[in-house]
Each structure stands twice: as structure tokens, then as C-alpha cells.
């Protein structure tokens, strides 16, 4: 079967290429290249080198895919206050657009990479212990999405939604993963995924620099469990038309997280405080659904520290790529962390 990946250079859409490969599915791969790297590409893969959004009704023409995985955006959350216009372009124009024109050319279904941002803020309740906790998100939680990426997340499931409901196709799986991290990811970005700042930093020698007092909490998720979710939701019948949280079930602070990565790559620990931005302090997700649609895939979950391990010694096997800087102008400049300033 045949199988279009957008976003194929960069970090989850390589690994989600590499599982369809191993499947045994023909598959054709689309990147710009302003993310990721050649590097990351399935040499098995026919790579076109093309911004989704673009016209892409010659390719889709000439592959005829049955399945098309969109995971191409710029996924950099917080730095979505400062670009939002270039973020609903590069989110929900190219999405769009992907959809559309895999609907012409016959393709049956559509897997999305949306995220835990489509949430905003986790809700409260009261716990036995006294005093409210924050409860992990499920998939029948209300999205309010607070920054232009959590937004434009949502929108384009909507869209992807309301297109199904008017056309009667292609079927549909959106998938929600969260602080993704592992092998092939792309350490040289300033302004998205803390594990690979942290890596870089570290090895660089830098101080490892954190907002806030490090409190705020995540799962972070290795890449293996996550990829192939979203390779196998493509031909898993009972995932049609369904949204699924993927991702580690281990809450861990991020200066717990910075701490880690100094011990794992071998340096002491050199922590640099910021001031606090405006986040979502504790994201967690409720993973029963895809844990019961996927029991084989997360039946031996890498913990966090082992995917530590893995990834520093991908990172310092490999070359490390020259920084990733700001696909866009800064479009609005109050509150921009100065430490953002210079790649900006």
C-alpha cells in the first residue's frame, strides 16, 4: 500500500516513515527541509523536497497514496504568541490544503498530528487528599486552547472533522501526543522541545536555561510507542474517525528533567533560572483509549530515563545540525523572551 508523509525530515514524521517502511508500504515523503534534515529521511523513501503548502495535486496525481499522515507544521507553542500569523499559514492554510488535495486524488484516510495543546489549561478537581489537583486530559475533555498553536491545533480538527461529515471522506484518525522526544529530533532549535535544549545545552557546556522555578510538570514522551500509533492508525479499522491521546504516562518536573540530562550526558549540573512565561503549568494525558486500540505497542513503555540514554548517544554519534532560527519575523514583539531575541 502506499503512503504519503508530510513533514518526512523531521523528528516524528521520520520515525512514523521508517515503521510504514518496515510494514512494507511504498511510501513518498514531503519536507521544505525548514526543520528537519535529509539526515532524518528513510533512504527507502521517495522524498519530494516541497512546502505543503504549495499545490501538491501533481504528486498526490502521480503516488495516489491510500493513506496520507500530515505531521509537517512548526511546532514551537510558546513562540506561537510571537508568530501567529505564520502559525495559522504553516497550521491550518497547509492542512487545508493537504486535505483537499488528498480528497481529489482518491485517498482513503487521513491521520493527523494534532497536540496536547488543543486542551489549554487542565481542569481542576477535588482530590481525597485535600485540595485541588489537576486531572489528566482525556480525549472527551472540552479543547480550550490557550496560544495560537493549541488553536490552530483544534481548528484544523474541526476541519479535518467537518470535511469528513460533508464529502463522506476520507476517514479520519487525529492523534494528540505530547513532549515527544528521542533519537533524530532536532537539538538545534531554540524555541521547541525542552529535552533536546537541554541536550545541547548540555553538552555544549551552556548553563541549562529554565523558566520559572522548573515546577511545571509534563510527561515526556519517548518516540517509539508514539511513531507507531500513528503509522498503525492508518490501517487499523477500529481507529477510523477517532482522536487518541499517545504519550508517556511518567509526570516529571522540568528541573527534575534538567537534572536528569546533565547525569545522563555527564556533566554537573548548571541551571540557569529565567523569568517565568505564560504556559500551562501541568499537562498530562489519560492514554486508556489508544493503551486499549494499541495493547502490543505499549506493552513495554521506555521509561524516560532510558529514553535519555538513547537519545544523548544518537545526539553524540551524530553531528550536531547548525541552529534551526525563526521561520518567520517576529510579527509581535511585547513579551518575547529575551533569551529568544537573538535567534529571532
Known amino acids: ?41 528513510p533512504k527507502d523513501a521517495k522524498f519530494i523536497n516541497r512546502d505543503v503548502g504549495l499545490d501538491l495535486d501533481d504528486l498526490m496525481a502521480e503516488f495516489q497514496p491510500k493513506v496520507v499522515y500530515h505531521l509537517a507544521a512548526y511546532a514551537a507553542e510558546g513562540l506561537s504568541h510571537h508568530i501567529p500569523v505564520f502559525n495559522y499559514q504553516n497550521n491550518i492554510v497547509a ?144 481507529a477510523k474517525n477517532q482522536t487518541f491521546n499517545v504519550g508517556g504516562d511518567e509526570p516529571m518536573s522540568v528541573i527534575e528533567l534538567a537534572k536528569r540530562v546533565c547525569e545522563t550526558v555527564g556533566v554537573d549540573e548548571n541551571i540557569q533560572h529565567l523569568a517565568p512565561r505564560q504556559e500551562v503549568l501541568h499537562a498530562h494525558a489519560d492514554h486508556k483509549k489508544a493503551h486499549q486500540l494499541f495493547p502490543e505497542i505499549h506493552r513495554s513503555p521506555v521509561s524516560i530515563q532510558a529514553g535519555l540514554k538513547a537519545t544523548v548517544q544518537h545526539v553524540t554519534e551524530n553531528e550536531i545540525p547548525t541552529p534551526t532560527h525563526c521561520p518567520s519575523a517576529i510579527e509581535i514583539k511585547d513579551k518575547l523572551p529575551p533569551l529568544w531575541r537573538d535567534g529571532a
Not at 508523509?5 to 512514523?16: E, K, L, P, Q
Not at 516513515?17 to 525548514?34: C, E, F, K, N, T
Not at 479520519?172 to 515527544?180: D, E, L, S
Open 1 to 41: 500500500m502506499r503512503a504519503l508523509v508530510t513533514g518526512v525530515a523531521g523528528f516524528i514524521g521520520s520515525h512514523v516513515a521508517d515503521g510504514l517502511l518496515r510494514q512494507g508500504w511504498d511510501v513518498m515523503g514531503i519536507d521544505d527541509l525548514s526543520g528537519g534534515t535529509m539526515v532524518n529521511v
Open 95 to 238: 492542512t487545508a490544503n493537504v486535505l483537499a488535495s488528498a480528497y481529489r486524488h482518491g485517498a482513503k484516510h487521513f491521520v493527523f498530528t494534532s497536540s496536547i495543546a488543543a486542551y489549554g489549561h487542565p481542569r481542576k478537581s477535588n482530590s481525597d487528599a485535600g485540595g485541588p489537583q489537576r486531572e489528566r486530559l482525556t480525549e472527551d475533555d472540552v479543547c480550550s486552547p490557550c496560544d495560537p498553536y493549541g488553536i490552530a491545533k483544534l481548528a484544523c480538527e474541526h476541519h479535518i472533522q467537518a470535511f469528513f461529515d460533508y464529502y463522506g471522506g476520507p476517514t479520519y484518525t487525529i492523534i494528540r501526543p505530547h513532549n515527544v522526544f528521542g533519537p533524530k529530533q532536532n537539538v538545534s532549535d531554540p524555541y521547541r522541545n525542552v529535552v533536546g535544549i537541554f541536550i545541547r545545552q548540555a553538552i555544549s557546556g551552556q548553563p541549562m536555561t529554565i523558566f520559572g522555578d522548573g515546577q511545571q510538570t509534563r510527561s515526556f514522551s519517548y518516540i517509539d510507542s508514539v511513531a507507531q500509533c500513528i503509522a498503525a492508525s492508518g490501517w487499523t479499522e477500529a
